[in-house]
Nanobody, 123 residues
Framework: VQLQASGGGLVQAGGSLRLSCVASGRIFSIYAMGWFRQAPGKEREFVAAINYNGDSTYYGNSVKGRFTVSRDNGKNTVFLQMNSLKAEDTAVYSC?????????????????WGQGTQVTVSS
């Protein structure tokens, strides 16, 4: 199973980025997907999750109203649209496969992780 995230970069505060994560090695369309982030010296933080068919989503409190998670099962890809970025959003963002079809905020409900993509927001 492989997860490859891309789309990170350097952006000014208030700007936007769209992250993508392409999955392989597993039937993508029957599993939930999640996005997590980790800043230096901090614990991994839940960002967003989407269930297997995309009709249910969850967001961390710090990103609600600014980030949107979506998926394209035909392309084995999950997306994270990030708007109104803040300096505190700076982190490595990783995608993860859920253990089942339902979305979850709990890190223990994810069993495969990608290496992540760096997002840096300058203030």
């Amino acid at each position: 199973v492989q997860l490859q995230a891309s789309g990170g970069g350097l952006v000014q505060a208030g700007g936007s980025l769209r992250l993508s994560c392409v999955a392989s090695g597993r039937i993508f369309s029957i599993y939930a997907m999640g996005w997590f982030r980790q800043a230096p010296g901090k614990e991994r933080e839940f960002v967003a999750a989407i269930n297997y068919n995309g009709d249910s989503t969850y967001y961390g409190n710090s990103v609600k109203g600014r980030f949107t998670v979506s998926r394209d099962n035909g392309k084995n890809t999950v997306f994270l649209q990030m708007n109104s970025l803040k300096a505190e959003d700076t982190a490595v963002y990783s995608c993860a496969f859920g253990r089942g079809p339902g979305a979850s905020q709990r890190i223990t409900q994810y069993d495969y992780w990608g290496q992540g993509t760096q997002v840096t927001v300058s203030s």
